[in-house]
């Protein structure tokens, strides 16, 4: 199958994979809403919300969405896929607003098509390349990116668990949006082995490793969600590491690559400013749907299930 082939399977298999994330979010942090508030990963969650017909929604859609993902890494690299991913802040929005029946706001929106559009001229100057054939995870070809990721992840929980402002739920979001993209590289590795057959399947560390390290990533998310007050800020920094964490786990463990000439660097450059500009604009915006009690979420309902941490600050949370 040519490269272009493929790329008209993975870009929209990952377009819907990010709808489907959107939508998940949305419902999930609807849910988280309604139940009791538990400790950081505690397992606790997800038993008082597996009950929850929204959670329930919301878990469909995350196996639809995951599915959609994997047809994309089978047939694309990860350095498009994975930035593909960051779209689903804007589904994430207008659900969440349509769950609340309100109309989505339109500034959310454009931020979210900002980042959308910021992304789509990195991958169009970054030309992404997949791994040659034949490539494997091994984690032990960069060490260093590896014990990155660990300190940042526990970096995150001790941030989240220390500090009662209101950044420790962007910490969570990012600690999230981490496991998430370490993730998305140790399901592309499964997806390269299951082409060798399904004998190599169960053989291949990454299996095991994304059966560990993907539910640690979706507890953390549901606690991202409980714990905020708005799920658009939230989603904007998940779906921002989580791409950004798997084009470096695809350059670091999968022999993937970038153009990295000057000039294209230059423009890769702008577009990261044009993805981040987004992404403010979409956090700055819901503080001020927040504070004018306009926000898609009811405020007053939370009020009931606060956790003590943000009750000081809830005026002023960003996520």
Known sequence: MTDAVSLLVAVPAAVVGAAGFG???????RAT?????????????VVDLIRHPWWLL???MTVLAL??????LAFGPLTVVQPLLVTGVVFA???SALLHRRAPDRWVVVGGLFTAAGLAAFLLQARPVAAPEGEHLDVTDSPAFLVTIVVLVVGCL???????NPTRILALALGTGILFGVTAALMKAVTTAVRGGLGELFTTPALYAACIIGPMGFLLSQNTFQQGRLVSPSVAVITTADPIVGVFAGIAWLGESLDTTGPLIA????AGVVVLAGIASVTLRSTVLLRRGDAPEDAATWEHHDPAPESSASSSCPG
């Open 23 to 29: 939508m998940a979010s949305a419902a999930q942090q």
């Open 33 to 45: 809403h309604e139940v009791p508030v538990s400790s950081t990963l505690s397992p606790r969650l």
């Open 58 to 60: 919301g878990l469909v």
């Open 67 to 72: 599915s959609m993902q994997l047809v994309a």
């Open 93 to 95: 929005g207008v659900f």
């Open 158 to 164: 001790i941030y989240a668990r220390v500090i009662s």
């Open 267 to 270: 423009g890769q450059a702008i």
